[in-house]
């Protein structure tokens, strides 16, 4: 969801949930002029004093499975989301997500601006992205894991990787056992 505080003195948006269980699964066609499928939100606050946006998510299990066709012009699949304090004093913005387990798997093909985005906040306690399918960033970027808040694994399986691979310093993962990277 979305939290956006406009203007105003000490105003608080949030978005807040506890637990979010059966992960979300793609099998047709998803095709969006923004993110496909995304677990998180925007937290914007645009003017005003000690204003605070935040989008929280405490638990989210049963990862993202994509059999199908995604096309976007955002992330194919992001997890988090932007943060964003455009004016003011004091002002805050966050989004958080403590908990994600159960990965990310595609068999389908993922179309985006980047392919697959994991933001700031996001504590993948169960980070694995497999992949036997075809990603493909078209800003040049295919999986983009650099702010991710823990160690992921990435193995790729069969398929295509089209794109650059932008790691964390946390010491991810990167298994080769089929398929092209082309990035």
Known sequence: ???TVTGGS??????TISVFSGGISNASVISAGGDGIIVGGTAQVTGGTDNAASVTISTFGGGIT?????????AGILIGGPEEVTSGIGN?????????SGGISNGGTITGLTGIAIGPGVSASSGTVINTGNITGTGGIALD????????????????????????PDGDTLNISGGA???
Request: net charge negative; charged share 5%.
């Open 1 to 3: 969801g979305n939290a």
């Open 10 to 15: 000490h105003n608080t948006a949030s978005v």
């Open 66 to 74: 994509n059999s199908g066709t995604i096309t976007a012009s955002g």
């Open 92 to 100: 805050t913005a966050s989004v958080a997500i403590s908990s994600f």
């Open 145 to 168: 894991i650099a702010d991710a808040g823990g160690p992921l694994v990435i193995d790729q399986q069969s398929g295509t990787i089209s794109g650059a691979i932008d790691l964390s």
């Open 181 to 183: 990277i082309a990035g």
